[in-house]
DNA sequence: GTTGTGACGACTT
DNA sequence: AAAGTCGCCACAA
């Protein structure tokens, strides 16, 4: 309807991208690039961003748990939303040092992707 | 239509 | 290790 270029504004896109991050489990964390790959837009790490600016509260989604790659927080180290959202990563277990998230587990060098996502053996 | 910017990432120098 | 460059795409001016 209404949208021309024979495709929708990306509202599609955006909803799968909401999807992908309120499937993040409590205590956990992705990056926009997980996020992105996660919802099938491999490349859109950006898109996933934008994605989070728009959306609505009402979501409740938990933005909170996607830290650029790092990891660490995009926002401006000091602004009120870097605050927040390190506030809110400590609140669920996670700590914090400097500008980067330093979780106990990943002290020993554990590779990230076991640390983000932990082992999944059916192959997906 | 062009340009610049952005809640990014990976690669190269 | 740090900075520069490119890729990718949506949106505002």
């Not at 021309?4 to 990306?10: D, I, L, S």
């Not at 956990?28 to 919802?39: E, H, I, K, L, Q």
Request: charged share 30%; aromatic share 6%.
């Amino acid at each position: 309807m209404a949208l021309k270029r024979g495709e929708v504004t990306g509202d599609e896109r955006l909803k799968r991208i909401w999807q992908a991050v309120a499937a993040i489990p409590r205590g956990r964390v992705d990056t926009y690039g997980g996020v992105a790959c996660r919802a099938g837009l491999p490349r859109r790490a950006r898109l996933v961003g934008h994605a989070l600016k728009v959306a609505p509260s009402a979501l409740r989604l938990p933005w909170h748990r996607v830290l650029a790659a790092g990891p660490r927080i995009s926002f401006p180290q000091g602004s009120a939303a870097y605050l927040e959202q390190r506030r809110r990563l400590e609140a669920e277990g996670h700590c914090f040092c400097g500008g980067r998230l330093v979780s106990s587990a990943r002290d020993a060098g554990t590779e990230l992707d076991e640390w983000l996502w932990g082992p999944r053996k059916d192959g997906r």
